[in-house]
């Protein structure tokens, strides 16, 4: 899903508030307006008190709309659409009219329920419309496309491309398309997706072997593009189907942390992360005043970290190191820091892997090795969390030059944003393997859930107070 697909997706929701409210209010001056004069009305209640009942009965139809599916996302029939759209608000009507039946006094116009359930089914109808019209018009004017790589069967691909072409709506352009998986083809994709040309990749070939899938696979996830197939190849939870010219095309989701998933994983970040700072801004102060007062040089330690989509960042730690000690292009010009760290992680690292962590490191301060021992000295990665570089919970980063030893499947790991806290930290933090974690932060990133981040974020305390420290 790009930026595009998220934005509409996200638009629904206001958009369809907005539709609510205005039928409500159509109906509202419908009865106490334009039909006085041929039913007088008996009673009237007053607007302010009509719109208070008004909003809490457009935020309970959003509820129901939801669990319709009306915010699922992808993109569906206009048909299907309209189709849920009535069943959704009859859904919420049928409850509205069960509630009024125990509470009649609440209210007594007959008319404008039933003018609000018709008029709600218009209004939210054309709203939606107005808004695929809008996305059809962007992607007719090339704004929002997926630029797609077709492999495969040419016979195949042809339905495909020619119903693409006809459909705008469907937001899809053809940008490559090769019969065979060869080294060249590769080649030309990864320098597509370099220039950011390139957003997923369609195998329509039944027949393709195992090993031509796998390359594919292989390459997708080492690239982080969307990867579809045409046939059922293989088995996974992680698969979704949809159909294009008669042709099914099976999407291997990466992650279940796309669409709503990613918006309210971004949302706990921001409000979470905000209340931690908040509240720990006392120990911030008491921290820089603590390595200020033990060494010279700065109080804030930016480390170049490898995040999401193996983009560079800098994670924000509390200086636990001499300042003499302290790696990467803001602090080390020459390079001895970097070569000495390497020697030590050769004599006295504990883990087998590219990430190695240093026991018993003469380069760290006692206010440091304090630090440490309770993960104080990654506090200030909240702001990381809060800027949007990291999350809370999400696979460890690692330096480039750790990650300049990754084999290609660990490249998965960079799917989603690397996280403060994880499921290797509360299964074994240091003492695992570089391969233990990443299976563990692989389990994670397929199986996502927010109460799996709930369980982690609860377990992290405890595990960090608990730990025997070595460094």
């Not at 039944?206 to 796998?214: F, K, S, T, V």
């Not at 594919?216 to 982080?224: G, R, S, V, Y």
């Not at 992360?273 to 908040?278: D, V």
Request: aromatic share 12%; charged share 20%.
């Amino acid at each position: 899903m790009n930026r595009t697909d998220l934005v509409f997706t996200v638009l629904r929701v206001p958009l369809d508030f907005c539709m609510l409210i205005a039928a409500g209010y159509a109906a509202y001056f419908l009865r106490f307006q334009a039909l006085t004069d041929i039913r007088p009305a008996i009673f009237e209640i007053p607007l302010a008190q009509y719109t208070q009942i008004l909003l809490t009965v457009s935020l309970f139809f959003l509820a129901v709309f939801a669990l319709t599916g009306l915010y699922a996302i992808g993109h569906y029939k206009i048909r299907n659409e309209i189709q849920k759209i009535c069943i959704a608000c009859s859904t919420g009507m049928m409850f509205i009219l069960v509630y009024l039946f125990f509470v009649s006094g609440l209210f007594s116009s007959r008319f404008i329920v039933l003018a609000a359930w018709i008029l709600s089914f218009l209004f939210v109808s054309m709203g939606r419309m107005l808004l695929r019209l809008t996305e059809t018009a962007l992607f007719k004017a090339g704004v929002g496309l997926h630029s797609i790589a077709m492999i495969g069967d040419m016979a195949r691909i042809a339905p495909i491309i020619s119903e693409i072409d006809h459909r705008p709506s469907l937001g899809f352009q053809v940008v490559f398309q090769c019969a065979a998986w060869t080294d060249e083809t590769a080649q030309s994709l990864h320098a597509m997706r370099l220039h950011k040309k390139l957003d997923e990749i369609f195998l329509v070939s039944p027949a393709a072997d195992y090993a031509m899938l796998n390359a594919i696979l292989n390459f997708a996830n080492e690239h982080h593009i969307p990867f579809r197939y045409s046939a059922d190849m293989f088995g996974s939870k992680r698969l979704e189907v949809r159909t294009l010219a008669g042709i099914p095309l099976v999407e291997v989701k990466r992650t279940r942390l796309e669409g709503w998933g990613k918006i309210l994983k971004r949302l706990f970040d921001i409000v979470v992360s905000c209340m931690i700072i908040i509240t720990l801004l006392p120990i911030f102060l008491m921290i820089a005043i603590a390595i200020r007062l033990e060494s010279r040089g700065p109080i804030f330690y930016f480390n170049e970290r490898v995040g999401k989509d193996e983009r560079a960042f800098f994670a924000y730690k509390f200086r636990s190191m001499y300042i003499q000690y302290c790696t990467g292009k803001k602090y080390d010009a020459t390079g001895k820091a970097l070569a000495y760290e390497e020697q030590l992680a050769q004599e006295k690292s504990e883990r087998k892997g590219p990430v190695y962590k240093v026991l018993n490191d003469p380069r760290r301060t006692r206010v440091g090795r304090f630090l440490e021992r309770f993960s104080l000295d990654e506090l200030p990665q909240l702001f990381n969390v809060l800027f949007g570089s990291m999350s809370l919970v999400g696979p460890r980063p690692h330096m480039p030059n750790q990650v300049a030893h990754y084999t290609k499947h660990h490249r998965a790991l960079f799917t989603i944003k690397p996280g403060i806290t994880g499921m290797a930290q509360i299964e074994g933090r240091s003492d695992l393997d570089f391969e233990d974690e990443a299976r563990l932060d692989m389990y994670y990133i397929e199986n996502w859930s927010p109460w799996i981040d709930f369980i982690i974020l609860c377990k992290t305390p405890l595990k960090v107070l608990t730990r025997k420290s070595r460094v």
